[in-house]
């Protein structure tokens, strides 16, 4: 069995169900596998076949341990009903390229294909030889720029033995994406706006987790273990590797390709995990020529890409894309340890480097290797308005600010010569109605719930009930804290949900 292990040590090795219920690594590395790509997956037998069996096939390459049967349980609960596409992720002509539509899942954004995976795998972690602990109780841990707070939510609400607390930065989503969060039901669910932007969020949850005093007091008070649902965890990755896969197999299905021929996926991203899977896909066999990097106008991953240097030290902007308003992308340790031929004392030295100076610099001849497998470009405000309308000028068809991003950067990059390009779809339209609306050259109504309106009678395309039917919900969840207090509170919540 493949193990995996820290992508700065790898003194300690861990099985996969292990990897997903810590979530993270004990020196705050994330978990890889160095067996990635020893098992391959013949794409030219994925034809004709359902998301469900590519799902079985893809995700039983990527996590050893296990079971089919295990597998088969939980691909068939977390693609079943709730989504409102059989196909799960169709794929969808857009002129002379294709899109791949990920929102059609309870939250109608891309997280959803992972984080309806997520705790069912994770509900297989608890029992046997395998289990990480003999503590049986989780608390899902998870920072969000928008839409991972609502498809976590939604993914762990009512599981046994878990609770969930989300972390969102105070006044920056949108407010769809807002009340998706504060409205949720459940017992085991918590929500609270931080004063800070998703950065701090996010690398306050990292020292959290890394907080071994903290981790065992939590422990001894309430038996209960920290876990995450952000992309840091592995069981967050995978399942997003399986629509790659997909939308292969859906161009061989209408032969516009055939089985050998690169496609170029075109990648809103700032975290870095969307575009990841894409590489983890690559490295199972899928034929890639480029993976494309669209970033917004906060456009640190372009930078990286190409000068070598990572630099937080920027000005933060709250954009009409809210979700790709990043500056730290923590899958990005992931692709320089692949890259860097597993090189844990590089990786450590560079993420030391980030967490003292707010940058790195990588050696030339890793970024040369980068460079042969990602692209990059980004669109700034101006130039996603620009995007949505044109979109929908030349094709008729709706994209939301995160999806426009990557519609500019197909459209100024060169791509692989003779490749199909896909862009990767990551919310509806409507969880951002009012900047689609005004990009659209509309006047914008007072609520979003009337803007909502006003984009269906512009473009007659369908609202999404799980959104429309927020108007008029009353928030469960109004609190604000500083980034000092996110430590306490999650003992505090640990505590409450324990009892």
Request: charged share 20%; hydrophobic share 40%.
């Amino acid at each position: 069995m493949e193990l995996f292990h820290s992508t700065r040590s790898t003194d300690v090795t861990v099985t996969a169900k292990q990897a997903i219920r810590k979530g993270i690594a004990d020196d705050g590395g994330l978990f890889v596998s160095d067996g990635l790509g020893s098992v391959t997956v013949d794409v030219d037998t994925l034809v004709g076949k359902t998301y469900q069996e590519i799902a079985l096939t893809v995700l039983s390459a990527l996590l050893p341990g296990f079971s089919e049967a295990e597998l088969k349980e939980c691909v068939a609960g977390a693609y079943g009903q709730q989504w409102k596409d059989e196909t799960i992720t169709p794929l969808k002509e857009l002129g002379d390229d294709y899109i791949l539509e990920l929102f059609h899942g309870p939250t109608s954004a891309f997280k959803d294909v992972a984080l309806q995976m997520l705790p069912r795998l994770m509900a297989h972690t608890t029992s046997g030889t395998d289990a990480a602990s003999p503590t049986q109780r989780v608390l899902i841990l998870t920072a969000t720029s928008g839409d991972t707070g609502k498809a976590a939510l939604e993914g762990f609400a009512g599981v046994d033995s878990t609770g969930i607390v989300v972390f969102y930065p105070a006044g920056q989503v949108s407010e769809v994406q807002r009340l998706q969060m504060v409205t949720q039901q459940g017992a085991n669910v918590s929500v609270v706006a931080v004063r800070g932007n998703f950065d701090d969020a996010q690398s306050s949850v990292k020292n959290i987790f890394g907080d071994t005093l903290l981790g065992f007091d939590i422990d001894a008070q309430s038996h209960t273990r920290l876990s995450s649902a952000n992309s840091i965890n592995v069981g967050r990755l995978v399942p997003q590797v399986v629509y790659y896969f997909a939308a292969y197999a859906q161009l061989l299905a209408s032969q516009v390709i055939n089985n050998g021929d690169e496609v170029d996926f075109v990648v809103p991203t700032g975290n870095f995990g969307d575009i990841l899977a894409g590489y983890y896909a690559m490295r199972l066999g899928l034929p890639v020529g480029k993976l494309v990097v669209a970033s917004d106008k906060n456009n640190v991953l372009y930078d990286f890409l190409t000068t070598g240097i990572y630099d937080r030290n920027r000005e933060f902007f709250t954009t009409i894309s809210p979700s790709m308003d990043i500056l730290i992308s923590s899958n990005l340790e992931r692709m320089l340890y692949y890259f860097s031929d597993g090189d844990t004392e590089l990786i450590s030295r560079l993420m030391s480097d980030l967490a003292s100076t707010g940058r790195y610099e990588v050696p030339t001849e890793i970024m040369s290797k980068i460079r042969q497998v990602f692209d990059c470009g980004w669109a700034d405000e101006d130039q996603v308005r620009e995007a949505i309308a044109d979109c929908w000028d030349q094709n008729h068809y709706v994209i939301d600010p995160h999806t426009a991003c990557a519609y500019h950067v197909l459209n100024t990059t060169e791509g692989t010569p003779m490749a199909p390009r896909i862009i990767l779809s990551t919310a509806s339209p409507y969880k951002f109605p009012r900047a689609v609306l005004e990009a659209l050259g509309q006047s914008a109504p007072a609520s979003d719930f009337t803007c909502m309106d006003a984009l269906h009678e512009f473009s007659d395309m369908e609202i999404p009930s799980n959104l429309r039917t927020l108007e008029g919900m009353a928030p469960r969840f109004t609190g604000e804290i500083d980034v000092a207090d996110m430590a306490e509170y999650v003992k505090d919540m640990a505590t409450q949900f324990a009892q």
